[in-house]
């Protein structure tokens, strides 16, 4: 078993996910106000006693909002990357078990795929779908399954004609049989580290989207979206802008020592010492 | 070096059949057509706008002709005239009966962001070098703990939070720098000499922005590339011959460390594209991706497929360029011994 204690970062990683994660789960208990109760007595408060992290322009509690905001930029990471990591594994599997043209044609695909700037095919799709939560993670899911399916390819490909696969082929295992029990299974560490970093990154994509509107959209909450009004009000209300950019730095930061330190925990070749 | 050109360039056409039916496929995402979702969800849209959008993409054609003349469109690179901005032709100028020329709306923007990505890649280049090979110098040391921390939150940190921040700090607090636009009011008065030094001024933060988020990569990517080096055969026979340590660092190990980069740079094109709408829709900086994200907020359709069809033969053009530099410069590549 691998001595977790010696990969500190990938603690310190996991402690930020999970806080987070708790966050999220019992917002609706510890959040001290309603996410999008409007307030006209309470507008553009400074942080206080009773307003934790100030109040926006209309008098909602920026601590609630970011409470209920953690919940988005959660959901919308697993949501985008699970339809990523599907996507990802099934063409992958399929070009490295069975090459031929099929490889070439998916590959290809990958390419022209990677060649459109992927920030304006979200935002082009987008242009022609309505903005919405739903929208935003199936398009970033769609957009960026290319590195899982290399990366399935290329595992698929190196344990291919290993032994222990052409035993259990020469004993008369099934194709599907080969790819789910015995290939997937040996490719999985590099497919959740690459998730974890992909998590990072659609929580990024989705802030910037939900920041220039084109994402979650008012009155729901999401980090994204309370920078938009921090940029408003950026000459009277710093809180509003710090605080939701610390959390997606956070966040982000979190995923990506996580899922460094997990690649280094499980592949001690790619570990700087 | 003939014989991989002439591959690389034919390597182009799947990819440019390929571009043209994702792009293809995106104008046919939303559900009908979308001359009726556009109706949907903007009640305004009158039916003569309708009609247009109809006869720009050949709506009542049957799928397979409609295909064609999109090819067609993208072959003469002719996007039509935009629906928002008083009937300007989307990619290059024309000039009506009179003479009178009206320029192409990514004529005039791509010039500024290409600007601002080459200066963001020499910003990048000048910065992450250094770093990266400090880094690998001093491995596990305090300089190398140091530059490893700021590679880490320069992948979490969000640009336009960044980019919002030292807005608000040298923009309102101090009111050192501009905050918005690339000319100041009377900029057309100026000498050349104050002109340059404007535009420079507006440029500082934005390019600032959009090669910070790309520095951490570069200079992670410098610094695995030179431990990588250091342990190869080749650095021990220079330094058992007796070679310095200059020679053998900044002669032998840094010219191959830094052969992959100019990929990663051709990879690094779409990000770079991409990443401009952020940044020059905070900076109100008239290029690409301002243009773009207006053109999505106004759903003004030629725009859009324009500018995501130039993209993306910018991105296949820059990935050439890499590709080719590369064969250039490393001739295992170009006499096909490795990949």
């Known amino acids: 078993m691998i001595n977790i204690r010696r990969y500190p970062l990938a603690i310190i990683g996991f402690i930020i996910i999970a806080s987070i994660l708790l966050l999220a789960l019992i917002a609706p208990l510890i959040a001290p106000y309603d996410p999008n109760a409007i307030n006209v007595k309470a507008i553009l408060l400074s942080p206080n006693n009773s307003h934790f992290m100030g109040t926006d322009g209309l008098g909602r509690d920026v601590f609630s909002r970011m409470l209920y905001g953690s919940r988005i930029s959660l959901m919308v990471g697993f949501v985008a990357v699970g339809i990523a990591t599907v996507i990802g594994i099934i063409l992958g599997a399929i070009a490295g078990f069975y090459r031929g043209w099929i490889d070439t044609l998916i590959m290809r695909l990958v390419d022209v795929m990677l060649s459109i700037p992927t920030f304006f095919l979200i935002l082009a799709v987008i242009a022609f779908l309505t903005p919405s939560i739903w929208n935003i993670m199936i398009v970033i899911g769609l957009t960026s399954w290319m590195g899982v399916t290399r990366l399935v390819r290329a595992e698929f490909l190196s344990l291919r004609h290993r032994e222990f696969v052409l035993a259990a082929q020469a004993l008369g295992a099934k194709d599907m049989r080969l790819i789910f029990t015995h290939l997937l299974p040996n490719s999985l560490t590099p497919i959740i580290v690459s998730s974890i970093l992909g998590i990072a990154s659609a929580v990024l994509v989705e802030s910037g989207l939900s920041f220039l509107g084109l994402g979650v959209q008012a009155p729901q909450a999401s980090w994204g979206n309370i920078l938009t009004d921090g940029k408003e009000y950026i000459q009277f209300a710093w809180w509003l802008s710090l605080f939701p950019g610390l959390a997606i730095l956070i966040t982000v930061l979190g995923y990506n020592l996580l899922g460094d330190g997990l690649r280094d925990a499980y592949n001690p070749r790619s570990s700087k010492n | ?339």
Not at chain 2, 160 to 179: D, E, K, R, S
């Open chain 2, 1 to 339: 070096m003939l014989a991989y050109l002439l591959k690389r360039f034919l390597w182009m056409i799947p990819l440019l059949i390929g571009i043209s039916l994702i792009s293809f496929f995106i104008m046919h995402l939303a559900p009908g057509d979308i001359t009726t979702s556009e109706a949907s969800f903007n009640p305004k849209a009158s039916e003569e706008s309708r009609q247009k959008l109809r006869a720009l993409y050949n709506l009542d054609k049957p799928v397979i002709v409609q295909y064609s003349l999109w090819v067609k469109r993208m072959a003469t690179l002719d996007f039509g005239t935009s629906f928002a901005s008083h009937q300007r032709p989307v990619f290059w100028q024309t000039k009506d009966k009179d003479g009178n020329i009206t320029l192409g709306m990514i004529q005039e923007a791509l010039p500024i962001t290409l600007l601002i990505n080459v200066l963001s890649l020499i910003l990048i280049i000048i910065v992450a070098l250094p770093l990266g090979v400090i880094s690998a110098l001093k491995q596990n040391q305090l300089a190398d703990r140091s530059i490893t921390l700021f590679v880490f939150i320069g992948f979490a940190i969000p640009g336009f939070w960044l980019a919002l921040m030292l807005m608000y700090w040298t923009g309102v607090q101090h009111t050192w720098l501009p905050i918005s636009g690339l000319e100041s009011m009377g900029h057309e008065n100026m000498s050349w000499l104050n002109q340059t030094c404007d535009t420079l001024k507006h440029l500082l933060l934005p390019v600032s922005i959009s090669g910070l988020t790309g520095l951490a990569g570069i200079s992670l990517f410098v610094r695995n590339g030179m431990l990588d080096v250091l342990h190869q055969d080749y650095i021990t026979t220079a330094r058992s011959k007796g070679l310095n340590e200059t020679r053998v660092i900044y002669g032998h190990a840094l010219r191959n460390a830094l052969l992959p980069l100019i990929t990663i740079f051709g990879l690094s094109i779409p990000g770079l594209i991409g990443g401009s709408v952020i940044a020059e829709s905070i900076f109100a900086i008239p290029g690409m991706g301002k243009l773009f994200y207006d053109a999505v907020l106004m759903r003004d359709f030629p725009v859009i497929m324009g500018i995501l069809t130039i993209g993306a033969l910018l991105t296949m053009i820059g990935n050439l360029i890499a590709d080719v530099a590369y064969a250039w410069a490393d001739p295992r590549v170009r006499r096909g011994v490795i990949k």
